[in-house]
């Protein structure tokens, strides 16, 4: 049902395509033959970083970052352990959005989502005993949680400050600027630097 | 400015994805993600799918379908050759939407987009010559315009007529259920199929 008229590469480039993310199977559609158009300037490109990217993309046993070797920079970055500040994230695309908003040095844990009861998860589920080990090294002196402002993003925080409490380390939350309800991978980056100067004690 | 924290091979990938239609920077650093997380089930599978569409895939010589044999394998369709039905489309994604409307046996010629006097698109810019080239040689009995009921569509599909008139072929064009203004690819099957059985004499 997708381009069954193009032989089964086509079809099945459409239907994986079709799988991700703000993509179905139009879209899919559209960007095969974008890519069939643009086969020498965009779909050898990416047929070749695709490759290089599962040969080389893995997820940092420290951190859990995405990035090419494990630690990853961030984690093996000396200037951001001097800095002995750890920013706690839900997913790397937050991560990624607080490095894009340019918030100086700082270490990152990825959480891997957020406890809900409602749908099972668990603290055993994201990586919070690797957080307190983290924390039990002694480098860290303060601690961020930036998490979404969410009933699950606040609940788990709550959850991992009483799992810190007993380490004297400092911990603070974003404040100003996060608006209730809101994901932080959707805000703009002035937003976020502002929500981390004006952070809170927790 | 994309996922430099994950490294180069990331980045690029983002970069890439981000010039698909309907991607930006955002659902690309999306995809990604989704990517790294499947990797085994999406991610290795979408690059060798990728990787055999590069090998493979080919603009069919003849009517300018994709496929990974040219001709490809509408125009060496005993079935859709004895049909004697030539349907005439501005592009590859026209020729996907009236195949899985189910239209029955036919041929098809994909013009390439369409007149376009505004955007210096003129009769040598399209598969033009090589449509009258086709009919020249006798085995088309009927022509469908399947163009898009726009303006530079109708322009186009009255050229087309003038080129033609001289074979003595039957020359219709979709009729009813196409929107004035619409784009073929954005109509449901049943609408598409509808049309094309009502096709009216140019
Ligand atoms: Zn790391
Ligand atoms: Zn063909």
Same mark, same amino acid.
């Given at each position: 049902?997708?381009?069954?008229? &193009?032989?089964?590469?086509?079809?099945? =480039?459409?239907?994986? @395509?079709?799988? !991700?993310? *703000?993509? $179905? +199977?139009?879209?899919?559609?559209?960007?095969?033959?974008?890519?069939?158009?643009?086969?020498?300037?965009?779909?050898?490109?990416?047929?070749?970083?695709?490759?290089?990217?599962?040969?080389?993309?893995?997820?940092?046993?420290?951190?859990?970052?995405?990035?090419?070797?494990?630690?990853?920079?961030?984690?093996?970055?000396?200037?951001?352990?001097?800095?002995?500040?750890?920013?706690?994230?839900?997913?790397?695309?937050?991560?990624?959005?607080?490095?894009?908003?340019?918030? &100086?040095?700082?270490?990152?844990?990825? =959480?891997?989502?957020? @406890?809900?009861? !409602?749908? *099972?998860? $668990? +603290?055993?589920?994201?990586?919070?005993?690797?957080?307190?080990?983290?924390?039990?090294?002694?480098?860290?002196?303060?601690?961020?949680?930036?998490?979404?402002?969410?009933?699950?993003?606040?609940?788990?925080?709550?959850?991992?400050?009483?799992?810190?409490?007993?380490?004297?380390?400092?911990?603070?939350?974003?404040?100003?600027?996060?608006?209730?309800?809101?994901?932080?991978?959707?805000?703009?980056?002035?937003?976020?630097?502002?929500?981390?100067?004006?952070?809170?004690?927790?």
């Amino acid at each position: 049902m997708s381009g069954r008229s &193009g032989g089964p590469e086509i079809d099945q =480039l459409i239907q994986l @395509l079709a799988r !991700l993310p *703000g993509l $179905g +199977p139009r879209s899919a559609r559209r960007a095969v033959l974008h890519l069939i158009k643009k086969k020498e300037t965009l779909m050898v490109p990416l047929a070749s970083a695709l490759d290089r990217a599962v040969d080389s993309v893995m997820t940092c046993q420290n951190c859990g970052n995405v990035d090419t070797i494990s630690p990853c920079h961030i984690c093996t970055d000396p200037k951001r352990i001097a800095s002995g500040l750890l920013i706690v994230v839900e997913d790397v695309a937050d991560l990624w959005a607080l490095e894009r908003a340019g918030i &100086g040095a700082a270490l990152y844990h990825v =959480l891997g989502g957020t @406890l809900s009861p !409602l749908d *099972g998860v $668990g +603290p055993e589920d994201l990586n919070i005993n690797s957080l307190v080990q983290r924390v039990e090294t002694g480098d860290i002196s303060e601690i961020v949680l930036a998490v979404n402002a969410t009933v699950d993003g606040q609940t788990t925080a709550h959850y991992i400050t009483d799992q810190l409490q007993s380490f004297g380390v400092k911990i603070s939350r974003l404040a100003h600027g996060v608006p209730v309800g809101g994901e932080l991978d959707y805000l703009d980056e002035g937003t976020l630097a502002q929500a981390l100067k004006a952070r809170t004690n927790f």
